[in-house]
């Protein structure tokens, strides 16, 4: 079927929605809102009415970037008068309760980070209301990208990242991790490029652009993800596939050979995938993360795809995702702590299966760097485990303290209690508590009812308040070292007292992690001859992996080493990680506090970075868009 207009394109929706979500409904598994639900940064009120499913026909124009859609909500309604949504930036054409025509509705007042509650009247035992609506252009969650700005340089491209409070700037949701729904969508965009979402996906591109997709599974509203674009399917193992640019697809499969093998690990650490399919999606370098754990399709930054698989922790944690943070998700965003520590411990313990313990032994130590990097630049409420964003932007608490904290907290439980306990109990907890949500306390109860009671003298050891609900890193924290950082610590000391030239040092076999941790503890007085020295032993600025180059490019900005000007330039121009942004840019401003350097490269570069990027570096460096 080909739709001819819009009006049409709604009229089919409702009607697929009105009739066809009933007949579907049965299969689809759904999730009981928490008594003790509450949450700061929605205005839906769950208890009262809630979003089940989760019907979403849309039409995507790359010409005006714009989504205009419908989205049809199965509803759960205790005799409420009204139901709640969270929206930003949406233009509301119209909303139906029950199929009656022109429902009563009004959005609230704009709160400049929650947007508008839209408030719809519900009259009595209403079970399902459609929302037809536009996005705005600056709808915050969706990037559009010119041909210019993909790999390679075709077509236009189009991702959305919805976590964390991002998904209401181009759904009309309860957009809280807390409420979870299941949901089907029909997009239609341009018959050139494929569209995928999170839920079951098409391998092949079809004639008329249209695609449908099935979610059975109830997520919550921040794992609503879709990329549009000219991408190719090839697949990996039985379960596991890669989604890339034409020009991308052959390394991207090489780089993510391992995937299969990661499946397995993690099946055999934590219980069964319960997603079906586990593919991923390499994106063009604007992505602001590294990953993002959208269910059955993590998408990726092109950044990770290093020729050597060495950088590739970063799929094992989206992986991990689909138990911590998918399957069991953190109540509200001051409890991320139970989405990202748990995640970056399970990474590791995927690693460790996959590469041994010398090789984890490194990611904790980098790791641990920077968190106490991090916590030293934090005020100190935001450096205990339990957050307390409210009023804040969530993206506030993205910090290495829910992660790194959160693992070495994990960590110093298994030490105590041992690994086969420990283990059994996350098994459990996985299984217990699979898609619902949990909250610190909620959390804390279960462990010490379940682990730390049966050792009243190693629950003491712990001192679980110090970590959850106090500052900085514990001094009980693990042990972290590593032989392998050690020999390049020698390394490098040899060369600096001037025993060695850099060619002579025995770099042969060193993972990215080696050469990271080199180029982290360069000493800070280096002189030109030594910079030029290493970059001609080494090809730092030639170096085609991004971890090695934004390390590197933090050394030439410190000490004005000109020739890696143009490459420094053409890095941040075209790589939108906020990771690498943020060290980037202010190493610039503190090598020249008149930012002029910062915000000439900054202008140039600024198109190409996601909101979240932009939203961080423009605080930054002060930058006023309007005044481009
Ligand atoms: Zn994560």
Redesign the pocket.
């Known amino acids: 079927m080909r739709y001819t207009n819009i009006a049409l394109l709604f009229i089919v929706g409702l009607l697929i929605a009105s009739c066809g979500s009933k007949e579907t409904k049965t299969e689809m598994k759904q999730a009981d809102i928490p008594k003790d639900w509450s949450d700061p940064h929605s205005y839906a009120k769950p208890l009262e009415a809630a979003v089940k499913h989760l019907n979403w026909i849309a039409q995507v124009s790359f010409k005006t970037k714009k989504i205009k859609a419908s989205a049809t909500w199965d509803i759960e309604n205790n005799n409420a008068d009204s139901i709640v949504f969270d929206t930003r930036n949406l233009d509301i054409h119209k909303v139906l309760v029950d199929g009656a025509d022109e429902a009563d509705y009004y959005l609230g007042d704009n709160d400049p980070v929650l947007g508008q509650p839209l408030v719809i009247k519900l009259p009595e035992g209403a079970e399902w209301v459609a929302i037809n609506y536009s996005t705005s252009k600056d709808a915050e969650a969706l990037q559009w990208l010119n041909a210019q700005q993909t790999h390679d340089k075709n077509n236009p491209f189009l991702f959305t990242q919805s976590q964390a409070i991002l998904a209401r700037t181009w759904i009309p949701c309860q957009d809280s991790p807390g409420i979870r729904f299941t949901y089907e969508a029909e997009v239609k965009s341009r018959p050139e490029l494929l569209t995928l979402m999170s839920a079951e996906n098409p391998v092949k591109k079809n004639a008329d652009g249209i695609y449908k997709f099935k979610m059975t599974e109830p997520i919550p509203s921040y794992l609503m993800a879709m990329a549009i674009g000219d991408v190719e399917f090839q697949k990996i193992g039985e379960q596991t596939g890669v989604y890339a640019e034409p020009g991308m697809i052959e390394a991207s499969a090489n780089e993510f050979a391992n995937m299969d093998s990661m499946l397995v690990a993690a099946e055999k650490l934590y219980g069964k995938y319960r997603w079906g399919r586990y593919d991923v999606i390499v994106l063009p370098p604007s992505f602001p993360f590294g990953g993002m ?1 959208n269910p059955r399709l993590t998408f990726s930054t092109p950044t990770i795809i290093a020729g050597d698989r060495s950088l590739t922790s970063l799929i094992a ?1 989206e992986l991990a ?1 689909s138990w911590s943070g998918n399957l069991v998700t953190n109540a509200n965003w001051n409890d991320f702590w139970l ?2 520590g748990f ?1 970056v411990y399970f990474e590791r313990r995927i690693m460790e299966e996959l590469y041994g313990k010398d090789y984890v032994n490194m990611l904790r130590e980098l790791g641990m760097q920077d968190l106490k990097k991090e916590v030293a630049d934090l005020p100190a409420r935001d450096t205990w485990l339990k957050l307390d964003l409210d009023g804040r932007n969530p993206d506030d608490g993205m910090t290495s303290v829910a992660y790194e904290k959160g693992a070495f907290f994990l960590e110093k439980i298994e030490e105590l209690y041992g690994r086969k306990k420990f283990d059994k109990f996350l098994n459990t907890y996985f299984e217990k508590f699979a898609f619902e949500t949990m909250t610190t306390e909620k959390f804390v109860s279960y462990l010490d009812s379940s682990l730390l009671s049966s050792d009243t003298a190693l629950k003491a050891k712990l001192r679980l308040n110090d970590w959850i609900y106090g500052p900085g890193i514990p001094d009980n924290a693990p042990e972290v070292t590593s032989e392998r950082f050690q020999r390049v610590e020698s390394a490098l000391k040899a060369w600096s007292d001037g025993a060695f030239e850099a060619k002579e040092l025995k770099t042969a076999g060193w993972s990215s992690h080696e050469w990271l941790h080199f180029l982290r503890n360069l000493p800070d007085t280096l002189s030109n001859e030594q910079m030029t020295e290493l970059d001609q032993s080494f090809g730092f600025t030639k170096s085609g992996n991004s971890e090695i180059l934004a390390a590197w490019f933090e050394h030439t900005i410190k000490h004005n080493y000109k020739p890696a000007d143009d490459a420094l330039e053409s890095f941040l121009v075209s790589v939108g990680r906020r990771k690498f942004l943020v060290p980037l840019y202010s190493a610039l401003t503190e090598a020249d506090p008149s930012k002029k350097r910062a915000t000439a490269i900054y202008k140039k570069a600024r198109p190409n970075y996601h909101s979240v990027s932009t939203n961080t570096i423009d605080e930054m460096l002060n930058y006023q868009k309007d005044k481009e």
């Open positions: 754990e944690h995702h989405n990202e995640t």
